[in-house]
């Protein structure tokens, strides 16, 4: 069975604030996605990575791929009330169409 | 934009009732998956179909669990004798073959067996 933890599972941080959570596993994955979740909705998709070492950038949001395709982080500068929510990453394996999910992580900026 | 549409939104019912969720997938989308996500956890794969075809089961899925897609469009999820440890959002999600295509999820179906 595959396992991704993410660490933290709780963040709790004041606005304007830096943040980095990480998302690990024991397996390679083919890529590696992330998404945010809002209460009482289902999870959106933020960003793909699918080669090792890759870095992508979505406005304040920063996302790299280990390596040896087997973690990610995604970072978040001067952090706002608006990224308050859910950060799943999600791994696909080769040869498997299933995306097995982390176990999250619940981001609270406090303004 | 039409997104995933599932159906209800919410749903009680009391231990040893069947229960019945239905999904509608974007339209150009051939797969269509089944998670299920307890509070502040994860969603946990339950299944997924190519359009009529389900293809993966997941262990989880006990007998009491069933999906369908007949005609490779909506797809239905009946969950038998419900139990309250069935209790979750059950969510569905849609996408197309290409790789590395993202899932797009509806807004799921919370579940509460009492």
């Known amino acids: 069975t595959q396992l991704l933890e993410q660490s933290p599972q709780f963040l709790s941080i004041q606005e304007g604030e830096n943040l980095t959570v990480y998302c690990n596993s024991s397996?390679?994955?083919?890529?590696l996605q992330w998404y945010r979740q809002e209460p009482g909705e289902g999870p959106v998709l933020l960003v793909t990575?699918?080669?090792?070492?890759e870095v992508k950038k979505l406005k304040r949001l920063t996302f790299q791929f280990g390596d040896a395709r087997k973690d990610s982080s995604l970072h978040i500068t001067a952090a706002q009330p608006g990224d308050t929510g859910l950060y799943l990453c999600?791994?696909?394996?080769?040869?498997?169409?299933?995306?097995?999910f982390g176990t999250g992580t619940r981001l609270t900026i406090i303004p | 934009d039409t997104g995933v549409s599932q159906d209800p939104r919410h749903k009680i019912t009391k231990r040893g009732q069947n229960v019945t969720f239905r999904c509608d997938p974007i339209s150009e989308h051939n797969r269509l998956y089944w998670y299920r996500q307890t509070l502040g956890q994860g969603p946990e794969f339950l299944t997924y179909?190519?359009?009529?075809?389900?293809?993966?089961k997941s262990r989880l899925l006990s007998d009491r669990f069933s999906a369908e897609r007949p005609k490779g469009s909506f797809s239905t999820l009946e969950i038998q004798r419900t139990e309250q440890g069935d209790s979750a959002m059950y969510l569905c999600a849609s996408t197309r073959t290409d790789y590395n295509s993202p899932l797009h999820f509806g807004n799921g179906t919370r579940l509460t067996v009492t």
């Open positions: 179909f190519q359009n009529e075809a389900q293809l993966e």
């Open positions: 397996s390679v994955f083919s890529s």
């Open positions: 990575v699918v080669t090792g070492g």
């Open positions: 999600a791994g696909a394996s080769f040869g498997n169409e299933k995306l097995t």
